[in-house]
C-alpha cells in the first residue's frame, strides 16, 4: 500500500440524482429522492477514491463498515457533491467522514471504513465460505 494520504486528506465526487437512485422497494417508488441506500453507495465510492490511488496492483479494498445519517432529500436531476476525509488509520485500515451536499444544504453525513488487503487474502477470506473470487 502506498503512503500517500494523511489525516485531514480530502476526496470530492460528484452524483447526478436519477431515477435509478430513487426510494423504491419492489418496483413500487416510495418517494422520487435519492433513497439511502443510494446515498450509501456513492459515499463509499467517495472513499473508495482513496483505496484506487493507494492500493499497490496485488492488492483490493474491502469494505468494513458503512454509516450514514440522511438529513434532508436530494431530488431526481439534483447534483450531489460528496466529500471524504481521511480521519482515522489503523494500521491498513482507512476511515472516512463523509458529507454528501446538494449546493450548501447537507444531505447526509456519514463514516466509512476500508481495509487494504492483497488480493490472494481475500480470495483466502472468501473461500472459508465457499466462495472463489
Not at 51 to 69: F, Q, W
Amino acid at each position: 500500500m502506498k503512503e500517500i494520504f494523511k489525516i485531514g486528506d480530502r476526496i470530492s465526487v460528484d452524483h447526478v440524482v436519477s431515477d435509478n437512485d430513487v426510494a423504491a422497494f419492489k418496483g413500487v417508488t416510495v418517494h422520487n429522492v435519492c433513497s439511502t441506500y443510494a446515498l450509501a453507495r456513492e459515499m463509499e465510492w467517495s472513499s473508495r477514491q482513496f483505496v484506487l490511488k493507494m492500493k499497490e496492483e496485488d492488492e483490493e479494498g474491502i469494505g468494513t463498515h458503512l454509516t450514514i445519517d440522511h438529513k434532508g432529500p436530494a431530488f431526481v436531476g439534483e447534483l450531489i457533491k460528496i466529500e471524504a476525509e481521511i480521519i482515522e488509520w489503523n494500521d491498513n485500515e482507512l476511515i472516512c467522514a463523509i458529507i454528501a451536499k446538494v449546493k450548501n444544504r447537507i444531505v447526509a453525513t456519514g463514516k466509512t471504513g476500508q481495509k487494504v488487503l492483497k488480493k490472494t487474502a481475500i480470495k483466502e477470506i472468501f473461500s472459508k465460505f465457499g466462495h472463489n473470487e
